[in-house]
């Protein structure tokens, strides 16, 4: 059965082809810096926007054109769209795919049915996945769209509401496992606060982290090997959300001691909704050895939420490529297009064009990140404008024991510090310019 019958397997044409399904510059097989692209950017595609957006907004319902759907959540229809989607990733030549719980299959009266209802849908899933050796690059669980998740999930007030969270986390984790899932997403849903009226913070805090420690102790008592990842967001749907950014994140898990056990999904349009660049929280995590994995997608400078759209700025491709490349890949982690078709594109063959440019934007800035580094200019600029410290007093500073005496010694004999030097920003931006031709 053909659901996008017009749409032919999408190949590698080169810069120069102008036809609008074919790659310019993902072209798996090519190799930069010693691997594929395929290696390098381990992209997936987000069973929750691609498949089960339907283009709804806060001031419209779904208006997307999805031949295959009939309406309903039902079980049959959750069966048919996992072949919809293989069918479209296969066409698309994309290596992984992620999934929430409740996208692939739906809720049945209870949790044991709906364990039921997750274990066929994950059978159909994994007969796909062995047909096409396309992987899952992450499994979650939806923690806060059922109406019991109103308060919240793990920091709800309701003790149930705690308990059936774990219930449905230690079920999705086991299915991440059957499906060979490489790595395992938290994302903070309703974890968060909107009035500090009606919340115990510490005791939601504490909740929190007691919930991700049963997490790890459940992950390690079955054995699942892959990454377990946080996705920090500054805010929506709660206005306090909890994991704010990589840098409250990472202080949390060390507040409860379990920063050894986690790493970061970095998304970009999360990034910005916490007034940071995507750079910016990139280097945070990288530079704390916690940067996973990465949820691609990009904001609207105009729009102050989570617009969720495919990115297409080569800046930014470029940028995120060379933090990746600079920490020497994701490992397991990959570039997750957590991201939407606008409402206005409705028609089937817009989740194409959708993917296509993002895969050949990240593509592209995967050759670009590459030439910047084989030139070196960028990083040795930065090396030489802290050379103050590779010598000298600088080097006593950062590998000896030095005192606020010692320095002042060291000032009064001087009579003063050693003149400042231009910081260049405008000669290094027209410089990074040069590498977009
Ligand atoms: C929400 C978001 C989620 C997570 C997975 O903003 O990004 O889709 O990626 O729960
Ligand atoms: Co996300």
Redesign the pocket.
Known sequence: MAFFPDVPKISYEGPESKNPLAFRHYNPEEVVEGKTMREHLRFAV?Y?HTFRGMGGDPFGPGCAIRPWEDGTDSLDMALKRVDVAFEFMEKLGVPYYCW?DRDIAPEGANLAETNKNLDIVARRLKEQQQRTGIKLLWG?A?LFSHRRFVHGASTSCNADVFAYAAAQVKKALEVTQELGGENY?F?G?REGYVTWLNTDMKRELDHFAKFLHMAVEYKKKIGFTGTFLI?P?PH?PTSHQYDFDCANALAFLRGYGLEKEFRF?V?T??ATLAKHTMVHELMYASIHGMLGSI?ANRGDLLLGW?T?QFPTDLYLTTQIMLIVLNQNGLGRGGL?F?AKVRRESFEPVDLFHAHIGGMDAFAHGLKIAAAIRKDGLLADFIRQRYASWDSGIGAQIENGHVTFEDLEAYILQKGDAAPNVSGRQEMLENIFNRYFR
């Open positions: 987000c929750w929430h979650t939806n997403v994302w849903g996705e967001k929506e999904n998304e349009n999360h949820d989570d969720d997750n957590d």
